[in-house]
């Protein structure tokens, strides 16, 4: 398999999501959920990323679907397109898989993942995070990660007048 392929393996159809954690969970795999829209990739990302995948066997990564990000964001977002920015987060050695989803928030994902553990940013409360209800009914648990400071794509984006 070339690296490509292999990067391209793990961007997984919604469909595909109860085959791969039929495998994980027979082979009693911790399976990291977490989400974002991760319109354009920089150092805070990286941390948290690789922080969240230190809590388990596996990260799954949901991704926001281009639709999901103009309304959560506004129409001038995202400024890198779903499958670029799938690509680029499949491409680090960390990430296991990552799946779009077009919902605003990842509620019915987490309903079908109902991963072991569920990571946001440090921002959140635990008992605010979407998905909380479900995974603590799972007997899983819920992470934060502090934010790396003076990293966001929101202000990346306004410094560099992308907006």
């Known amino acids: 398999m070339t690296p490509l392929e292999r990067i391209h393996s793990k961007i997984i159809e919604p469909e595909q999501l109860n085959r791969l954690f039929a495998i994980w969970r027979f082979k009693n795999h911790q399976v990291v959920f977490t989400n974002g829209c991760f319109d354009i990739i920089h150092l805070g990302h990286i941390q948290y990323l690789a ?9 799954l ?15 001038t977002r995202p400024i890198n397109p779903e499958l670029a920015r799938a690509q680029i987060l499949a491409s680090f050695s960390f990430v296991d898989a990552v799946v779009l989803f077009s919902e605003d928030t990842p509620y019915e994902l987490i309903k079908k993942v109902r991963p072991s553990i569920l990571v946001k940013g440090g921002d959140y409360k635990p008992e605010d995070i979407v998905g909380y209800d479900i995974v603590t009914s799972n007997g899983g648990r819920i992470e934060t990660i502090p934010f790396v400071e003076g990293f966001s794509s929101t202000s990346i984006i306004k410094k560099g007048g992308l907006t």
């Open 51 to 59: 922080a969240a995948a230190l809590l388990g066997d596996k990260l």
């Open 61 to 75: 990564i949901g991704l926001n679907s281009d639709s999901s990000v103009r309304r959560l964001k506004g129409e």
